[in-house]
Structure formats: C-alpha cells, structure tokens
C-alpha cells in the first residue's frame, strides 16, 4: 500500500506542476514504439542476411558437387571411349590389316575411303 500511496502523491504533485502524464506517457509509448520498430528491423536484416549466406554457401556446395560429378563423368567417358579404340585398333591390325599395314591404313581402306 504505501507504493501506491507514493505513486499517488507523485502524480499529484506532478499534475499541480503542470505536468500532464497522460501526454507524458503518451510521449514514452511512442519512443518505446519506435525504439521497438528499430530493434525489429536490425534483427530482420540481420536473419535476412544470415539466410543469404547460408544460401549462398549451399548454392556453392551444390556447384561444387555438380562440378565433380561432371568431372567424373567425363574422365569415365573419356577412359571408355579410349578403350574402345584401343580394342578396335588391335580387332584390325589382327583380323584385317594386310601385311606391312598400319591400322590406320586398314581403317581407310575397309572403310571404302
């Protein structure tokens, strides 16, 4: 009771001064209002921009994952097309190469050019 009985005297007292706490009061809202909208905002541009980087960081890691997958791809495909030629050199110099003939020249003339 006797915080209520101070709080009393001081608004009282505050009122014979002239001072309307009602606009006073009014006044601190709309700071705190203020102040609050603010706070938001810095908070928003700081969890915007930390979504920004962890998409960026996830874009980058699927490139890279793209990258290498290609890369691999490639080395694989390279590797089976250059063991198909390999094979199909050694098919033609044993089975259709003519004495003194090179592949290449057996390719040529089996294949009518």
Known sequence: MNREKDAYQIMQELEENGVDMREELKEAGEFVKEETV????????????????IETGVVDGY???????????????????????????????????????????????LSGK
């Open 63 to 109: 490139k890279k994952i793209e990258t290498g997958v290609v890369e691999g791809y490639k080395k694989i495909e390279s590797g089976v097309v250059e063991g198909f030629e390999k094979v199909t050199d050694k098919c033609v110099e044993v089975m259709f190469a003519k004495e003194g003939e090179t592949v290449e020249e057996a390719k040529s003339r």
């Open 38 to 53: 603010d706070t938001y905002k810095k908070i928003e541009k700081t969890v915007v921009d930390g979504y920004k980087k």
